[in-house]
């Protein structure tokens, strides 16, 4: 079916969508559209175009579109607290479910509560800074990170 849909961006968004189990994949798609534009102004980007230029959810982020990130990531498969990381992503090769929370910070730390439990849940932490678990720091980071961003 998707093959049906060609370049048209709302279209493979609207099949997405009404596939159970493609929900992240439809939000990834629809984030990935309305931010391309403010990615690159002034272009008709076809679909090809767009997946070069925006690989993973800190891509959308990075443009700018951080709630458009925060909400796709809702849907990922894996737990957000899993698709959250400080440093850097892998662009390719890897799941598109990823962002920095560095790229998630202009925007969110307006929303203190929700800022500082994603960073604290990205950390094994809970909102009280008490540690949950061996979760670890995917990036080699000291826990003490918490207290830099927030």
Do not use: K
């Given at each position: 079916m998707l093959l049906v849909q060609g370049d048209c961006q709302w279209a493979k968004w609207l099949l997405l969508s009404m596939i159970k189990g493609h929900?992240?994949?439809?939000?990834?798609?629809?984030?990935?559209?309305?931010?391309?534009?403010?990615?690159?102004?002034?272009?008709?980007?076809?679909?090809?175009?767009?997946?070069?230029?925006?690989?993973?959810?800190?891509d959308i982020a990075e443009g700018g579109?951080?709630?458009?990130?925060?909400?796709?990531?809702?849907?990922?498969?894996?737990?957000?607290?899993?698709?959250?990381?400080?440093g850097s992503v892998k662009r390719h090769g890897s799941s598109s479910a990823q962002c920095t929370l560095e790229n998630l910070r202009p925007t969110l730390?307006?929303?203190?509560?929700?800022?500082r439990t994603l960073?604290?849940?990205?950390?094994?932490?809970?909102?009280?800074?008490?540690f949950l678990g061996p979760k670890g720091n995917k990036n080699g980071r000291p826990a003490n990170y918490i207290s830099l961003i927030c």
């Open positions: 929900e992240y994949d439809a939000s990834f798609c629809n984030a990935r559209t309305i931010m391309s534009p403010n990615l690159v102004p002034d272009s008709n980007l076809n679909a090809l175009e767009i997946g070069e230029i925006i690989h993973t959810v800190d579109g951080e709630m458009a990130a925060l909400a796709t990531l809702m849907y990922a498969t894996d737990p957000i607290q899993n698709c959250l990381s400080s730390q307006q929303f203190p509560t929700l800022w960073v604290a849940a990205s950390f094994g932490h809970d909102t009280t800074s008490n």
